[in-house]
């Protein structure tokens, strides 16, 4: 098994490729050799701060090319089956950002041009400390029979400020929401508890072109009902709720880190010990997936697919 550092390409520096340039930057299992964005001015900026990398504007420089190992996509969801096929075809390895796809076809596509290869799907929830330790809570019994989880989304504006500069997230065709954010708790209900079917998705929108303003769905993963309700304009803060309810034990995680558990007197929180999961954590895994050594703490491209039938419902 090589040790040697793997070269990594990127494919979209917007919020999310940047976040991750950055760490790979700072990896010692990686080395950025290339990383591309459509937009000039960003891989102007980007080239001066990290003369070291090579930047571009044409993706096709990075997929496929020679001195890549591996690449990671972060660019709009409906572009990354035109990306991510050809670098599987090409013998590199592929870490995707979620949504998976939009259409059944890209879906379908992906997810046939994957098997066997490395590849993984970048969902923050799955090598998260919280994550952990409510599967294993599952899987010891101290839960009890699972009963029902809810999710709950509020936010006071869409897209959030840090995704400002990326106007399809706030797009009907390929953003909004369900996609961008109940995506990491649909892949967490699948992994937990079992693969979501819609029973009853409903989307509102106030704006005939804008991504939805509300949401509301019932499905379940196997006999456990599973609801949605997301909501774009209330005022306060952001929130995402996460709720396991538990014969023995319930479960809430909040703001994607905090965890409480409920046995009877109230929510009482869960002190996680060691590293929480992160982009860096992530890295490694994919990097021991690379190295033929795949992790079930990253998801693969079947899962990611599940959980993207689930949402297109909400689209259908």
Not at 194 to 214: C, F, I, K, N, T
Not at 230 to 255: D, M
């Amino acid at each position: 098994m090589t040790t040697a550092p793997i070269r990594l390409g990127i494919v979209g520096l917007g919020a999310m490729g940047r976040q991750l340039l950055e760490t790979a930057l700072d990896h010692p299992d990686f080395t950025v050799v290339h990383a591309v964005d459509l937009a000039p001015a960003v891989v102007a900026e980007l080239q001066a701060r990290h003369p070291g990398v090579r930047f571009s504007t044409s993706p096709f420089e990075v997929i496929g090319a020679a001195d890549v190992d591996a690449v990671y996509v972060a660019t709009p969801p409906a572009t990354h089956a035109a990306l991510v096929v050809p670098a599987f075809e090409a013998g590199q390895a592929v870490f995707c950002e979620k949504p998976l796809a939009v259409s059944d076809a890209d879906g379908s596509a992906m997810v046939e041009a994957a098997a066997g290869k490395a590849a993984a799907v970048n969902f923050s929830l799955s090598d998260r400390q919280s994550t952990r330790y409510v599967e294993q809570a599952i899987a010891d019994g101290r839960v009890g029979e699972v009963l029902g989880v809810e999710i709950r989304l509020t936010f006071p504006v869409w897209p959030r400020a840090f995704q400002s500069d990326a106007t399809w997230v706030g797009e009907r065709a390929q953003g909004g929401f369900v996609r961008e954010v109940f995506s990491h708790f649909a892949y967490l209900t699948d992994r937990l508890v079992g693969p979501l079917v819609p029973v009853q998705v409903e989307l509102g929108h106030r704006d005939a072109a804008a991504s939805e303003s509300a949401a509301y769905g019932l499905m379940r993963a196997g006999e456990v009902p599973v609801q949605l309700t997301g909501i774009v304009g209330a005022a306060g803060v952001e929130s995402y709720e996460w709720v396991l309810r538990g014969t023995k034990q319930s479960y809430r995680l909040s703001a994607w880190r905090d965890l409480f558990v409920a046995e009877g007197n109230g929510w009482q929180p869960v002190e996680l010990t060691g590293e929480l999961g992160s982009e860096a954590t992530r890295l490694t895994l994919f990097a021991q997936a690379v190295r033929c050594s795949h992790s079930p703490e990253l998801a693969d491209f079947a899962a990611a697919e599940r959980v993207r039938q689930v949402v297109e419902a909400f689209h259908r």
